[in-house]
């Protein structure tokens, strides 16, 4: 019995089991390399863009890079950031009304499991939230997303402004405190940017709520006559 479980026999044991160890951590962290890099290139194309239209070939081969990323690390929560809003971009250039479903249909799910990664991130549960409008699913998790990106992160780049689409857009179903937000949210976006807030609330025709805000109101005109107030 000590010839099999001698020191020796136990130290060469030590060694291959650690060698098998440093050769699975080697491989693990050659794959979250790729993906990392996979990611990066999409990540780049997506902010080369910016706000402008683009084309479905070019969305194509981004999401292809996020795909690839996602093949050697599936739960790499910007992968799955960046797949979803890929996926809504491309929803809203199809021509194809099955297509555009399925592929809201994807978004929600990738920004779910981003969301299981990444459960404070207040941005995703707002695209989440928004995702669901866009499936006409509005429903207690449509509401529950809502609220919780405000409890999160109210004040975070790109919240605001997706609190007050997803307002404007529910704002008879929206409970008063809701409204109180959403209001909060059309003040805070227009000292941040006048005119992209206003066109917001211009395309859901709220000038009652922005004719109460000195830089929106400037921007309205003659259109905030009916909701004049004197300060």
């Known amino acids: 019995m ?10 060469r044991v030590a060694s291959i089991a650690l060698m098998v160890l440093l050769a699975a951590l080697a ?27 683009v084309n479905q070939q070019s969305l194509a081969r981004a999401a292809a890079w996020v ?13 799955l950031e960046d797949l979803a809003g ?3 971009r491309q929803m809203h250039a199809a021509t194809d ?19 299981v990664e990444r459960p404070t991130a207040a941005l995703n ?3 989440l939230a928004l995702t669901k409008l866009y499936l006409a699913e509005q429903d207690e998790e449509l509401f529950s997303a809502l609220r919780r990106s405000l409890e999160l992160g109210p004040r975070d780049p790109g919240v605001p402004e997706l609190v007050l689409h997803l307002g404007m857009a529910l704002w008879p179903k929206i409970d008063p405190d809701l409204r109180r937000e959403v209001i909060r949210a059309l003040g805070l976006s227009a000292s941040r940017d006048a005119r992209a807030a206003f066109a917001i ?18 921007l309205a005109g003659n259109a905030c006559e009916p909701f004049h107030k004197t300060d």
């Open 201 to 218: 609330g211009k395309s859901y025709g709220r000038f009652d709520l922005m004719c109460d805000i000195n830089a929106l109101r400037t």
């Open 97 to 115: 009304a099955q297509l555009a479903v399925a592929l809201a249909r994807g978004a929600y799910s990738n920004f779910r499991l981003a969301l």
């Open 27 to 53: 491989v693990q962290a050659a794959r979250l390399g790729l993906a990392d890099a996979y990611e990066r290139a999409a990540r780049f194309e997506i902010e080369r863009w910016g706000d402008r239209p």
């Open 125 to 127: 549960w707002a695209r």
């Open 2 to 11: 000590s010839g099999i479980f001698g020191s020796d026999t136990w130290r």
């Open 67 to 79: 795909t690839q990323s996602l093949r050697f690390a599936p739960h790499h929560p910007s992968a």
């Open 86 to 88: 890929l996926q809504l």
